[in-house]
């Protein structure tokens, strides 16, 4: 027993598994095993759910950032601002495409780019591309960027794999006429069988590369691509998620409410209540004092078998293939590895919830 970090028993429960599996028998006995009739259904739907007007399938999170990149133009000697927390795989896109990570600090309470540091930055390095995370779930500060874009003339690619559920000012994540990246991966609020991605944007002529550059860069045009389609059992998975999407991110926004109220008034940093409302609650991050603190923190939920984790131990400039890079970073390192993430999936119980924030308030108390 105990409580745990993901519940994959109840999201994949048996009326889920029959209704999968039905799925998944048909594509193997028609052979429809690569693009099919469930990932234009998909793309459809979920392009008009976060407010878009093309939605693009690719095979992971990664591919759709690096794919958004190049469809941009950012290629080889230019220079992309990437906040200094997030999961590798921001800065990671950026190198593997031959352009060079600038990091942006982070704002300590949220984890989010620094829109002061990227003002700096924009001072003295010439960005091509700028890579807003709306990290934990928790939406980026989204229309300065687009000001900043425009007085600058970068592109953005807002990575919002671990956004889906969230909201800007202006609508879904998605809908703000930026490229913006989403993963699927198991772990994630919406989330497929295996690896699988997709592309947001309103823009015909960029809608028309990415699905060019997806499929060995196929089109009227000669260009190079690469292979990242999206296998139909992936999309048709994704597409049945879709059902019930919207209740369980409803549900995260309900387990995210209760930590709030029990956790009031705690020796610790919660994020802004405002953010109740607009956060996906794919994490929710409480900020301690240091390392030290977190990490005996972590301890003592384990001892009482609660999952948790540090997103993330390290900031970007403290992962070795990265530390070479150039920009701000201070915030960052000084956040990295002292945020315990809390359980918040969709089928946590008030009183599991209430647990959870006692042992919290125990440890800390
Ligand atoms: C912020 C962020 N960006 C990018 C990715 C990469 O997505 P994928 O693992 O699907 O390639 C992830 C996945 O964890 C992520 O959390």
């Not at 939920?301 to 920009?327: D, M, Q």
Request: negative net charge; aromatic residues 8%; contains cysteine.
């Amino acid at each position: 027993m105990g409580i745990s970090f993901y519940n994959f028993e109840s999201l994949h429960d048996s009326s889920f598994q029959k209704a999968a599996m039905e799925r998944i028998a048909k594509i193997v006995s028609d052979g429809s095993f690569v693009e099919g009739e469930y990932n234009t259904k998909f793309e459809n739907e979920f392009a008009k759910l976060q407010g878009s007007k093309h939605c693009l399938l690719v095979g992971n999170g990664t591919d759709a950032l690096e794919i958004s990149l190049l469809a941009c133009g950012v290629g080889h000697g230019d220079k992309v601002g990437v906040p200094g927390i997030t999961f590798y795989a921001s800065a990671e896109a950026v190198l593997n495409i031959g352009a060079t990570p600038i990091l942006i600090d982070v704002e300590y309470d949220t984890g989010l780019i620094s829109i002061e540091s990227l003002k700096r930055t924009l001072t003295h390095h010439n960005l091509k591309a700028v890579m807003p995370v709306h990290i934990y779930g928790l939406p980026a500060n989204i229309s300065e960027i687009n000001k900043l874009a425009e007085a600058h003339d970068f592109s953005i690619v807002e990575d919002a794999a671990q956004a889906q559920g969230a909201k800007l000012e202006s609508g879904p994540i998605g809908s703000s006429g930026n490229l913006t990246t989403f993963s699927f991966y198991p772990t994630k609020n919406l989330s497929a069988f295996g690896d699988a991605g997709c592309i947001l944007t309103d823009s015909d002529e960029l809608a028309k590369a990415i699905r060019a550059i997806r499929n060995h860069g196929r089109d009227d045009e000669e260009r190079l691509g690469r292979n990242s389609r999206c296998d139909h059992i992936q999309a048709a998975v994704l597409h049945l998620k879709l059902e019930k999407i919207s209740q369980y991110n409803d549900q995260r926004k309900k387990v995210a409410a209760i930590y709030f109220k029990e956790l009031e008034g705690i020796n610790a940093g919660l994020l802004n209540k405002k953010y109740v409302e607009t956060s996906s609650w794919h994490l929710f991050p409480i900020q301690l004092k240091d390392k030290a603190e977190a990490s005996s923190l972590m301890g003592h939920l384990k001892s009482k078998n609660i999952g948790n984790t540090s997103f993330y131990e390290k900031a970007l400039s403290g992962e070795r293939p990265l530390s070479h890079l150039e920009g701000e970073k201070t915030e960052a390192e000084r956040k990295a590895g002292s945020t315990v993430c809390l359980p918040i999936h969709p089928f946590l119980t008030s009183d599991e919830v209430k647990l959870v924030a006692n042992e919290v308030k125990a440890f800390l108390s």
